[in-house]
T-cell receptor, first 114, second 112 residues
Framework: DAGVTQSPTHLIKTRGQQVTLRCSPK?????VSWYQQALGQGPQFIFQ???????QRGNFPDRFSGHQFPNYSSELNVNALLLGDSALYLC?????????????FGPGTRLTVL | DQQVKQNSPSLSVQEGRISILNCDYT??????FLWYKKYPAEGPTFLIS?????DKNEDGRFTVFLNKSAKHLSLHIVPSQPGDSAVYFC???????????FGTGTSLTVIP
């Protein structure tokens, strides 16, 4: 079992560009959550997808959007990138509508905005 | 506004001794708490959890204590081992939602 995988590992973009990050959940998991972890901070909840719908959202602007596919994989899209969007983006999957002890995290995508 | 706080960015402990990591929260609606452990270049991994109906939960060398009146929880690791060296995050949620609020983390170093 490959666990939660994320791609790409690292990404460099410039201000104003758009970016798409990808996540494949652990086998048997149908719920995907996305987190942003800025340097020196803890992960911040962006949103959660279940049954291809956004079920819950944190305090992030509409520039952050997502999608879940029928195979439960997910994408995180960020438009009009700002310098402050530079962070580690973590994807977590779980087999149901999340209890923390069943949530598995991927290694993250490191996004740098110049 | 940081609803979950870990005021100690780092902690060093000798191997075999007790490690105590602390976490404070401000939202009285939080009723489920977790600790995650994170190694470099890896995602956080679940360590231990506690519901607000309990004040203690043990799992091997790891024990979490919850003091609801003080809005404080702590993680005790006994005995500490060099492999425990990692960043530890506490997180909290309200029962009605699936959104977890994380602290800023404490970097634990266990010295052999």
């Amino acid at each position: 079992d490959a666990g939660v995988t994320q791609s790409p590992t690292h990404l460099i973009k410039t201000r104003g560009q758009q970016v798409t990050l990808r996540c494949s959940p652990k086998s048997g998991h149908d719920t995907v959550s996305w987190y942003q972890q800025a340097l020196g901070q803890g992960p911040q909840f962006i949103f959660q997808y279940y049954e291809e719908e956004e079920r819950q959202r944190g305090n992030f602007p509409d520039r952050f959007s997502g999608h879940q596919f029928p195979n439960y994989s997910s994408e995180l899209n960020v438009n009009a990138l700002l310098l402050g969007d530079s962070a580690l983006y973590l994807c977590a999957s779980s087999p149901s509508l999340v209890r923390g002890d069943t949530q598995y995290f991927g290694p993250g995508t490191r996004l740098t905005v110049l | 506004d940081q609803q979950v706080k870990q005021n100690s960015p780092s902690l060093s402990v000798q191997e075999g001794r007790i490690s105590i990591l602390n976490c404070d929260y401000t939202n009285s609606m939080f009723d489920y708490f977790l600790w995650y452990k994170k190694y470099p270049a890896e995602g956080p991994t679940f360590l231990i959890s506690i519901s607000s109906i309990k004040d203690k939960n043990e799992d091997g060398r790891f024990t979490v204590f919850l003091n609801k009146s003080a809005k404080h929880l702590s993680l005790h690791i006994v005995p500490s081992q060099p492999g425990d060296s990692a960043v530890y995050f506490c997180a909290a949620s309200e029962d009605s939602g699936n959104q977890f609020y994380f602290g800023t983390g404490t970097s634990l170093t266990v010295i052999p």
